[in-house]
């Protein structure tokens, strides 16, 4: 039977207790998975390995857990995809989020765009969907999330930039290793922005003719990239 898979910020060493102090966690185990001391989950802190381990005890503050071994997490993606997705309405941003960091994304960074929807974002929401999909889909590493910034900001920090557009350059194996994708919001890049980006002569890929939503281009495109 498949294990129950948890993120701790903590360090797990084999052979040894681990107390992690996270009501949260605690609530998770007990009242939402019914579980009980002596059961075994595997938990991983980030890096790159996960703990096969037995809850020693639960707490309403934490829980202890015993260490029995390590194994590494699920290989990484070849390319390391940053996600720029313009911030777009709650459900469908978290959709993004959820989706992309099941197909291994390696980052979010949300991009205040001229036409967004909303502006507001709720950074620990996030954090906590990115964890348990994390979780769910078995990769060893959690996405980190960034603090939203206009796009001028944004493509400063950028490596290896691009710009999902219709009819841009279509996706192959011949990308780098580390690559990084603006996706703008319902109505596209504003004028300015586009002036702008093409200023800055940011190269565009294409997932073909058709006009997309842009949640359903942020995960197209994490699915074709990390599948190499």
């Known amino acids: 039977m498949k294990l129950q898979r948890f993120f701790v910020k903590n360090k797990a060493k084999v052979g040894e207790d681990l107390v992690v102090a996270d009501a949260a966690l605690s609530h998770q185990?007990?009242?939402?998975?019914?579980?009980?001391?002596?059961?075994?989950?595997?938990?991983?802190?980030?890096?790159?390995?996960?703990?096969?381990?037995?809850i020693a005890s639960l707490r309403k503050d934490g829980a202890v857990f015993h260490i029995e071994k390590s194994h590494p997490s699920i290989t990484s993606p070849k390319i390391a995809l940053h996600v720029y997705p313009a911030l777009i309405k709650k459900d469908k941003l978290e959709w993004v989020l959820q989706k992309a960091t099941e197909l291994g994304a390696a980052s979010f960074h949300p991009v205040i765009a001229d036409r967004s929807e909303k502006l507001g974002f709720d950074e620990n929401r996030a954090e906590k969907i990115v964890r348990e999909a994390t979780e769910q889909s078995g990769w060893g590493r959690v996405p980190e999330i960034f603090a939203p910034v206009k796009l001028e900001m944004a493509v400063e920090s950028a490596e290896n930039p691009y710009v999902l557009e219709a009819g841009g350059k279509?996706?192959?194996?011949?990308?780098?290793?580390?690559?990084s994708v603006f996706i703008g919001p319902e109505g596209g890049w504003s004028d300015a922005e586009k002036e702008y980006l093409s200023a800055r002569k940011i190269p565009t890929i294409s997932l073909g003719e058709q006009i997309l939503r842009a949640e359903t281009a942020s995960v197209a495109i994490a699915s074709l990239f990390l599948s190499f």
Request: charged letters at 30%; proline letters at 3%; aromatic letters at 14%.
């Open 29 to 54: 185990l007990g009242k939402v998975f019914r579980m009980k001391v002596g059961e075994s989950v595997v938990l991983f802190d980030g890096d790159g390995f996960e703990y096969v381990s037995t």
């Open 170 to 179: 279509k996706i192959s194996e011949d990308f780098p290793k580390t690559i």
